[in-house]
């Protein structure tokens, strides 16, 4: 009797085991434990100062306006910004490259037409980069840099034409204008250029042209606290992994933050920086079109324009840019072996920084000691340099107004002093006159 109900039994007991691993191979597919919430790690902020946009960057230091008896011009930041935010409302439709590059003799006679403004730059701008300001209807824009850009008017018509000329190669584009509103654009520049202050053409037989003002100068004379950004600041942005970095004490004025790959030096007397990273070093030229916008970049990620500084130099065969800082819409010079410490410069390596020397002061806070100084007119001092015996005239590229920065180490302040200027040999030099009355040229 019992054998009869042995293999039903088993089939039951099978079936609930079968049933049973079901149950439990589904509870593990659908198990989900209760854990802990993880908090997430806060974002560690890199940003130093501010990003900025090209039109911030990229600005002409002066504007000069020639009409048929009268030179106008400025250096005056505000009024520049207008012109320029009127350049942001035309466009060129078409561009046409000049077949005959200029000599220095055609450049000075191009320059001394009448009824053309010429707005000045200090670096070489890409056109392509300067395409966001002035925008230019061309779809494949030439790899070409310009220091000059020139805007002629027809007065009887009211339009504009533009030129653009790199005076070291002589090479020059054009285009028509067209404005949202020509008459506005006229009204705007070529009206009020009436009212700038009168200028001068500096009379010399060499083929250089220079333009200075012929009244003097009223200046603001400023001191500023030495306040700094805390280097470990830079040190965050600039390695892969911060936490990685050594730090290390070199001797009393300078320290080192360093991993396997880059180094960062600091010299805590001078308040500048100096990173290095050997491994994306490159040896290829780079197109200025793509150098600067990439240097522009990597400034604008860790927001480093901790001050005014602007476009002023740049060098496509070792890779390197330039930024001058500006006070009061004046260019700032360092004195003596200071030089740099009023400069950014960026060597742009493969796809990233590979070299960045920069200052870590910031001119946040003015001593309220501010003082108005007058100094001689540009007219002046252009024919105290011609009459010079130490320089010859022809090989001065610009002469202008600006401030020389002095740092003073014990009582920890900049002291940024008025003072005349003028472009030899690609080098920004101080007139200082001689208190004796003799001439004295220079820093020699």
Do not use: C
Not at 118 to 135: H, R
Not at 404 to 421: G, T
């Amino acid at each position: 009797m019992g054998l009869k109900y042995i293999e039903p039994i088993k089939s039951i007991i099978l079936l609930l085991l079968v049933l049973l691993s079901i149950t439990f191979t589904f509870s593990i597919w659908t198990y989900s434990p209760r854990l802990d919430t993880i908090e997430q790690s806060p974002t560690v902020d890199i940003s130093i100062g501010e990003r900025k946009q090209v039109q911030d960057i990229i600005k002409p230091y002066k504007f000069i306006i020639k009409y048929d008896d009268d030179l106008k011009g400025t250096t005056d930041e505000n009024i520049i910004d207008e012109v320029m935010r009127e350049l942001d409302t035309w466009k060129v439709p078409q561009l046409e490259y000049i077949q005959d590059e200029m000599n220095k003799e055609q450049m000075k006679k191009f320059f001394e037409q009448p009824n053309q403004f010429t707005l000045y730059f200090q670096g070489d701008v890409p056109l392509a980069v300067f395409d966001e300001i002035l925008p230019i209807d061309e779809s494949n824009l030439p790899e070409f840099s310009f220091d000059r850009l020139v805007v002629r008017w027809n007065p009887k018509e009211i339009s504009f034409e533009v030129h653009f000329i790199d005076r070291a190669t002589g090479i020059h584009y054009r285009g028509k204008i067209n404005a949202e509103d020509t008459m506005k654009s006229y009204r705007n520049i070529v009206v009020n250029g009436e009212d700038l202050s009168p200028y001068t053409e500096v009379n010399v037989e060499e083929p250089v042209y220079l333009t200075v003002p012929t009244e003097p100068i009223k200046m603001i004379q400023s001191t500023y606290y030495q306040e700094e950004i805390s280097p470990t600041r830079f040190r965050d942005a600039l390695f892969n992994d911060p936490n990685a970095v050594r730090r290390s004490q070199v001797d009393s004025k300078h320290e080192e933050f360093g991993d396997d790959h880059a180094l960062l030096i600091v010299n805590t007397e001078s308040k500048m920086l100096n990173f290095a990273h050997p491994a994306v070093e490159s040896s290829e030229p780079a197109k200025p079109s793509v150098l600067l916008p990439d240097v522009i970049e990597s400034i604008n990620e860790h927001g480093g324009w901790t001050d005014s500084f602007r476009f002023s130099y740049i060098n496509s065969y070792s890779r390197v840019v330039r930024f001058q800082l500006f006070i009061h819409g004046y260019p700032v010079f360092g004195e003596g072996e200071t030089t740099g410490m009023t400069e950014i410069a960026q060597y742009f390596g493969d796809k990233r920084v590979f070299k960045y020397i920069r200052p870590y002061y910031t001119l946040d806070v003015s001593l309220s000691l501010d003082e108005e100084i007058t100094l001689p007119s540009g007219e002046d001092i252009a024919n105290e340099l011609i009459e010079s015996k130490k320089l010859d005239i022809g090989t001065v590229d610009e002469i202008i107004a600006g401030y020389m920065m002095r740092h003073d180490l014990e009582q920890r302040i900049f002291v940024i002093e008025p003072a005349w200027f003028y472009l030899m040999k690609e080098k920004w030099l101080p007139y200082i006159p001689d208190p004796s009355g003799g001439e004295q040229i220079g820093l020699e």
